[in-house]
C-alpha cells in the first residue's frame, strides 16, 4: 500500500507528485485546500518517498497502486491532482476508472510521448557515492557538477534522509529509475478517455503542453480546459502557489 498523510474533512482529494518528488512537495498547498473543505490525501508513488520500492515501474501499475488505495481507504468519489508523472498517472487511473473521479486536475504534462530528458539529473545522482559517508552539503556539491539550476538540487534533497547515524540516502529507488527511465515519457494509450471536467493548467515558460497538443488533449478529454500560469516553468505549484491555488479552488469548488 502507498505511504500517505491524510489531512482535513469533507470531499477527497487525492495528490499525486512528479517523477523524484515526493508527497512532502505538496505538503503547504494541500494544507490550503484542507482549509477550504476537502480531505486531502497526500500520496508517495511506488519507488519514491516512503512507498515501497518494486522492479515494475510504469503508469499501469502506479495507476492500480492508486485504484488499491481508493479501495482500501474506500474512497468512491474523489477529485484527483497530478503533476508531471503524477499528471500521467492520474490521467491513466482517471480514464480506466472514470466512475471514481468527479473532476481531474493535470499540472504541467500531456498524455504523449516525451521523450528522456532528465539524463543530467540522473547522471548527478548516480554520482553520489554514499560509501563515503557524505553530509548533506557534500552530496549537494557533488549534484552540483551536474545541475546547476539550485531550485532543482534542493527538489532533489527533499529525498534525502539518515538511513542510520552517519549515513544518508536517497528515498527515491534510483537503480530502477535507471533502468526505467523510459516509462517515464511513454504516451498514454489513445483510446483512454476521461468525459468529466477536466483542468490541464501550464506554465508559461514550460514546454510541456504546447498549443498543437490540444487537439490530441481534447480527443481523449473533450471536457476539459487549459489554464496557463506566467512566468513559471514546470515547477508552476511551488513557483506560483498563490495562484495555482485559486485556479485549481475555482474549478474544484
Known sequence: MLYSKIEGEGKPLIILHGFLGMLDNWKSIGSKYVENGFQVHLLDMRNHGRSFHSEEFNYRVMANDIFEYCQNHNLVKIDLIGHSMGGKIAMLFASTYPKLVDKL????????????????ILAGLNAVDFSTKPDRSEVEEVLAHYIPDFGTRQFLMKSLFWREQGQLAFRFNLEVFNDKIEEVGKELPIEKHFENPTLFIRGGNSRYILDSDLPDIKRQFPNFELKTIPNVGHWLHAENPELFLKITLDFLV
Do not use: T
Not at 486536475?105 to 543530467?120: R, W
Open 105 to 120: 486536475i493535470i499540472a504541467d504534462i500531456g498524455p504523449k510521448y516525451y521523450k528522456p530528458h532528465h539524463q543530467d
